[in-house]
């Protein structure tokens, strides 16, 4: 694996749905991403903890521990680290306005970027059609989905043997579930939608597990993606200008090899 010399410095870097505690987190890619980046302030948009699937079957490997414990360094050595806690998380919302080793926890937050834009940052499960008006399939859903994760992550071993490159077979699928259900709830448009109402001038959340930056309307969409099929962050440079970054991509190596 090719080594990055010198940290990356970013003025903000926001990243979400890690899920530590599932078999599918890519903690070990995440673990990499922190050790070559330094920034300002840190986000942490919700998802980072899988209460979930920790409730149903423990499961904690050392490279979650590890990522844990370099959230926590990088408080102590300065970084402004913010916790938004998401619905698999939610337990922590109770802890709003509050600190633990550093790190703020709180329920949404308005950053504001080098250049004076405001952007609004949340999880968004608020506003997911599922997780809103159904949580009893929202539980079904994550179950079906941990399943998938772990076969996809056995196709991928098999298409490594056969020597073609790394594809997410839960991402594809998921894309179908969400077309399926988009004209009950646009995840983006009402997110964007209540950017706009708010009056700021972007919205950045994660839960969708889908990174993209676009413009809907007079707001900027901005979903820093996931670090279990994606491994992207959403960085803010010095002037405000905002990139997502795919790690996978930066790194060039397997999905498989930090699994």
């Not at 920034?39 to 919700?46: E, Q």
């Not at 899988?50 to 490997?61: E, G, M, N, S, V």
């Not at 002037?239 to 795919?246: A, C, H, M, P, S």
Request: glycine share 8%.
């Amino acid at each position: 694996m090719n080594t990055i010399v010198a940290p990356q410095r970013y003025r903000s870097i926001f990243i979400s749905d890690i899920h530590l505690g599932t078999r599918g987190c890519k903690a070990g890619f995440l673990l990499d991403f922190l050790k070559n980046t330094e920034s300002d302030h840190l986000y942490l948009v919700g998802d980072v903890i899988d209460c979930w699937r920790l409730r149903h079957a423990w499961f904690w490997r050392q490279s979650h521990n590890d990522v844990v414990q370099k959230l926590l360094r990088k408080a102590r050595k300065g970084t402004r680290v913010v916790y938004i806690p998401g619905n698999h998380d939610e337990p922590l919302r109770d802890y709003a306005g509050l600190r633990f080793g550093g790190v703020l926890i709180v329920n949404e937050a308005i950053h504001r970027m080098a250049d004076g834009r405001q952007f609004l940052v949340i999880h968004g499960d608020a506003f997911d059609g599922i997780v809103r008006y159904a949580r009893w399939l929202a539980f079904l859903g994550d179950r079906a989905y941990n399943l998938m994760i772990a076969v996809n992550h056995w196709f991928n071993h098999a298409r490594q043997r056969l020597g073609l490159d790394y594809w997410s077979l839960s991402a594809y699928l998921k894309q179908r579930v969400k077309d399926a259900v988009k004209y009950i709830d646009d995840y983006e448009t009402a997110v964007a939608e209540e950017a706009r109402r708010r009056g700021v001038d972007g919205v950045i959340c994660g839960h969708i597990h889908k990174a993209e930056l676009r413009q809907i309307g007079d707001v900027l969409y901005c979903n820093d993606g996931d670090w279990v099929e994606s491994c992207t962050a959403l960085v803010e440079h010095s002037d405000g200008r905002l990139e997502i970054v795919d790690w996978a991509r930066v790194r060039q190596v397997s999905m498989l090899e930090l699994a």
